[in-house]
């Protein structure tokens, strides 16, 4: 009997022993895992950064050009408005000098269109876009004698329309327990250009997924809230937040999606935070901050 006990005992040991090596086996995993999102969000941000300093370079390359007087123009701005489902593209161009018998014209791909001056001094165009579209600017002055012609900085659209948010858990308004249930986002324009696309105030929803069975467990509109002052003062920005109490103890790991819409009709879709819970006191809640682009 005694041996049976010893027998017992040591498969109950051994079991133990097994499951607490299995839990480590566990936790390492997943601190592997979040080291690894960790590395992949900083290496989608680097690339963010690369691409925006490639846009920013053909910008001061147009510029250097200009005040080395080796461009056609002695200005140039673009303007970017989306309204209906459609995004007009309108470039405002002033030439260094025009011949009297020119015709300026701009084009954009395959379209081609002259521009037109009210005054004599600056010339304008203006383009209805394609969603997916990569505008590459082209300026000519054109004659019997000839035309002089001058490639522009390409403009990618998915970068002019995007946005940056920033999520956190809580509300700088609220100090109490449930503050942290409370999901606050700010969303702020990247670009001076863009300022059109918060003009006017967008749907946001948030949706809950389970990461385990990749299904939506519920969705919730954000309201506005009162906007983050370190974005205010230097950005073009707008706070939202909603309270996720409901779905903060439901077992397992969970991403929170934001769902916008503008009123321009823009829609964006992108992952914003997560949290799970493991049915007892153990709980995690992520958040951060990245950029949010078009969904075509």
Same mark, same amino acid.
């Given at each position: 009997?005694?041996?049976?006990?010893?027998?017992?005992?040591?498969?109950?040991?051994?079991?133990?022993?097994?499951?607490?090596?299995?839990?480590?086996?566990?936790?390492?995993?997943?601190?592997?895992?979040?080291?690894?999102?960790?590395?992949?969000?900083?290496?989608?941000?680097?690339?963010?950064?690369?691409?925006?300093?490639?846009?920013?370079?053909?910008?001061?390359?147009?510029?250097?050009?200009?005040?080395?007087?080796?461009?056609?123009?002695?200005?140039?701005?673009? %303007?970017?408005? !989306?309204?209906?489902?459609?995004?007009?593209? *309108? +470039?405002?161009? @002033?030439?260094?000098?025009?011949? #009297? =018998?020119?015709?300026?014209?701009?084009?954009?791909?395959?379209?081609?269109?002259?521009?037109?001056?009210?005054?004599?001094?600056?010339?304008?165009?203006?383009?209805?876009?394609?969603?997916?579209?990569?505008?590459?600017?082209?300026?000519?002055?054109?004659?019997?004698?000839?035309?002089?012609?001058?490639?522009?900085?390409?403009?990618?659209?998915?970068?002019?329309?995007?946005?940056?948010?920033?999520?956190?858990?809580?509300?700088?308004?609220?100090?109490?327990?449930?503050?942290?249930?409370?999901?606050?986002?700010?969303?702020?324009?990247?670009? %001076?250009?863009? !300022?059109?696309?918060?003009?006017?105030?967008? *749907? +946001?929803?948030? @949706?809950?997924?389970?990461?385990? #069975? =990749?299904?939506?467990?519920?969705?919730?509109?954000?309201?506005?809230?009162?906007?983050?002052?370190?974005?205010?003062?230097?950005?073009?920005?707008?706070?939202?937040?909603?309270?996720?109490?409901?779905?903060?103890?439901?077992?397992?790991?969970?991403?929170?999606?934001?769902?916008?819409?503008?009123?321009?009709?823009?829609?964006?879709?992108?992952?914003?935070?997560?949290?799970?819970?493991?049915?007892?006191?153990?709980?995690?809640?992520?958040?951060?901050?990245?950029?949010?682009?078009?969904?075509?």
């Amino acid at each position: 009997m005694n041996r049976n006990k010893k027998i017992v005992a040591i498969i109950i040991c051994v079991f133990m022993i097994s499951s607490i090596w299995t839990m480590l086996s566990l936790k390492k995993q997943v601190k592997n895992l979040q080291n690894e999102v960790g590395r992949m969000h900083s290496n989608f941000n680097n690339k963010i950064r690369t691409t925006n300093q490639y846009i920013s370079n053909l910008g001061n390359k147009l510029v250097s050009k200009i005040e080395k007087s080796e461009s056609l123009l002695s200005s140039l701005e673009t %303007e970017t408005e !989306y309204k209906n489902e459609q995004l007009a593209f *309108t +470039v405002r161009a @002033v030439p260094k000098e025009k011949r #009297t =018998d020119e015709i300026i014209f701009l084009s954009l791909g395959d379209e081609k269109k002259e521009m037109v001056s009210t005054n004599g001094l600056d010339y304008t165009a203006i383009f209805a876009l394609k969603m997916t579209q990569k505008i590459v600017p082209i300026i000519s002055f054109e004659s019997l004698a000839g035309m002089r012609q001058e490639s522009l900085p390409e403009i990618y659209l998915d970068e002019l329309l995007s946005l940056g948010y920033e999520s956190r858990w809580g509300n700088q308004n609220n100090s109490t327990e449930k503050n942290e249930e409370i999901l606050t986002l700010t969303v702020y324009v990247r670009d %001076e250009k863009s !300022y059109f696309l918060l003009n006017e105030t967008p *749907t +946001v929803t948030i @949706v809950i997924e389970d990461i385990s #069975t =990749d299904t939506e467990i519920g969705r919730k509109e954000m309201q506005l809230t009162e906007a983050d002052a370190k974005f205010n003062k230097e950005l073009s920005s707008i706070s939202f937040d909603v309270d996720l109490s409901e779905y903060r103890k439901k077992e397992g790991a969970h991403t929170v999606w934001l769902e916008m819409k503008t009123k321009g009709g823009i829609f964006y879709r992108e992952e914003v935070a997560s949290f799970d819970y493991d049915g007892k006191q153990s709980s995690f809640a992520g958040s951060g901050t990245g950029v949010l682009y078009p969904s075509w």
